[in-house]
């Protein structure tokens, strides 16, 4: 199981990053790339295409810009010590930037 | 006096792009330049009310956008097809800030003397 995680708010990314990933794997928005969570852009985003694998976010990069109460819910929301569990729980983590 | 457009294309916390168009901006009021800033793609994030920069270190930026009206810019601009684009709802925005369609910002930009874009 790999652990993806996406930091620019780019459609490009997005997609090179879902060609790559495999189901059961995770997939961890951070710094700008939680703007690609926002539910109304999310829905028609490739990544709605994929129930396959594990949505999160991270809360202090959501609460920052202000986006907490507009992202998709199906998003699992964690903190700083969740994504160091995410790491530890992952084989291998990919960076996408 | 010649008029002033700041147009600020770049989200907050990415870089000091964004912060430093909103200094431009309170440079130019301050020195009673009519100044308008106009907020363009990934630009428009930095209108998102409810910001915290502090939880990753960073100062607020919407806290600071929102004193402009002191320096007499009184209404920010942004963009409906960048809005809508990044999924977003003008009623998500801050009070001082209009959504105009592209073409009304587009007639914004041309009524002013001069244009700095960051």
């Given at each position: 199981m790999i652990l993806h995680t996406l930091n620019q708010h780019?459609?490009?990314?997005?997609?090179?990053?879902?060609?790559?990933?495999?189901?059961?794997?995770?997939?961890l928005l951070i710094e700008n790339a939680v703007y690609l969570g926002i539910e109304e852009s999310?829905?028609?985003?490739?990544?709605?295409?994929?129930t396959d694998i594990n949505?999160?976010?991270?809360?202090?990069?959501?609460?920052?810009?202000g986006i907490s109460p507009l992202?998709?819910?199906g998003f699992d929301l964690i903190d700083y010590?969740?994504?160091?569990?995410?790491c530890t729980e992952h084989k291998q983590v990919i960076s996408w930037y | 006096m010649k008029s002033l457009c700041i147009i600020s294309q770049q989200s907050p916390y990415t870089s000091p792009r964004a912060k430093e168009a909103l200094d431009a901006a309170l440079v130019?009021?301050?020195f009673d330049i009519p100044t308008t800033l106009v907020l363009l793609g990934d630009g428009v994030f930095q209108a998102i009310e409810a910001q915290a920069g502090e939880q990753?270190?960073?100062?607020?930026?919407?806290?600071?956008?929102?004193v402009l009206p002191m320096?007499?810019?009184k209404t920010l601009y942004v963009s409906t097809q960048d809005l809508n684009q990044r999924g977003l709802k003008p009623e998500q925005l801050m009070d001082n800030v209009q959504a105009l369609p592209g073409e009304q910002i587009s007639e914004l930009i041309r009524q002013q003397d001069m244009v700095i874009s960051l």
């Open positions: 780019s459609e490009l990314l997005v997609r090179s990053c879902l060609n790559t990933i495999a189901s059961g794997d995770s997939l999310f829905s028609t985003s490739p990544m709605a295409m994929r949505l999160y976010a991270l809360i202090p990069d959501c609460e920052a810009r992202l998709f819910p010590p969740g994504f160091v569990k995410l | 130019a009021a301050t990753i270190q960073q100062k607020n930026l919407g806290k600071q956008l929102a320096y007499d810019i």
